[in-house]
Antibody
Framework: EVQLLESGGGLVQPGGSLRLSCTVS????????MSWVRQAPGKGLEWVSA????????YYTDSVKGLFTISRDNSKNTMYLQMDSLRAEDTAIYYC???????????????????WGQGTTVTVSS | IQLTQSPSSVSASVGDKVTIACRTS??????LNWYQQKPGTPPKLLIY???NLQIGVPSRFSGSGSGTDFTLTISSLQAEDSATYYC?????????FGQGTKVEIK
């Protein structure tokens, strides 16, 4: 069974840092791109970041570019999201998701998110 | 790429047909996915690449569309379909979601 388990969330003061982890099982991690998606309280889904299977390509939504860093360790079946300079608007449930590729261009993979973790809650507050 | 869903919410009876629209600001070449989310749970994939039903999803769910206009249809609404539905594009490397449509049962 494919499983994704997020950890590392918690309460942090504005300007602080957190590192989220997403540990997976049940599939060959090194062959799958992965994503982080967040959901602020009472709000909709917001894509945050994605990383290719090898880790050599990373993508970020504009609001976190330069503040968050996505990475992965394929030997540990784990993806990370390093979040620095956190702001109140970063308060959300953070989900990791597995990307399933359905098409490709020279520079991009088209995909859907077929498996999601249960999420980890990040609260930025003083 | 902006995604605009309509309506924002819909209330319908069991057995009704429900249609949710998703309009994109650019042609996304059918790389449009639909997710269902119930309170306190992660999103669940329903439809991928406009019209492909994910394994295990009931056949009352279907997707259609092309270019910039897409539709999710529930042919006969069931009580367990009460949820929020989101469209998503992955045509751009900067992935975006629609704002969501809440489906309630009358």
């Amino acid at each position: 069974e494919v499983q994704l388990l997020e950890s590392g969330g918690g309460l942090v003061q504005p300007g602080g840092s957190l590192r989220l982890s997403c540990t997976v099982s049940g599939f060959i991690f090194r062959t799958s791109g992965m994503s982080w998606v967040r959901q602020a309280p009472g709000k909709g889904l917001e894509w945050v970041s994605a990383i290719s299977a090898s880790g050599n390509r990373t993508y970020y939504t504009d609001s976190v570019k330069g503040l968050f860093t996505i990475s992965r360790d394929n030997s540990k079946n784990t993806m990370y999201l390093q979040m620095d300079s956190l702001r109140a608007e970063d308060t959300a449930i953070y989900y990791c998701a597995k990307n399933f590729v359905v098409g490709r261009s020279a520079i991009h993979r088209y995909y859907y998110m077929d498996v999601w973790g249960q999420g980890t809650t990040v609260t930025v507050s003083s | 790429i902006q995604l605009t869903q309509s309506p924002s919410s819909v209330s319908a009876s069991v057995g009704d047909k429900v249609t949710i629209a998703c309009r994109t600001s650019l042609n996304i070449n059918n790389y449009l996915n639909w997710y269902q989310q119930k309170p306190g749970t992660p999103p669940k994939l329903l439809i991928y690449t406009t019209s492909n039903l994910q394994i295990g999803v009931p056949s009352r769910f279907s997707g259609s569309g092309s270019g910039t206009d897409f539709t999710l249809t529930i042919s006969s609404l069931q009580a367990e379909d009460s949820a929020t539905y989101y469209c998503q594009q992955t045509y751009s490397s900067l992935v975006t979601f629609g704002q969501g449509t809440k489906v309630e049962i009358k």
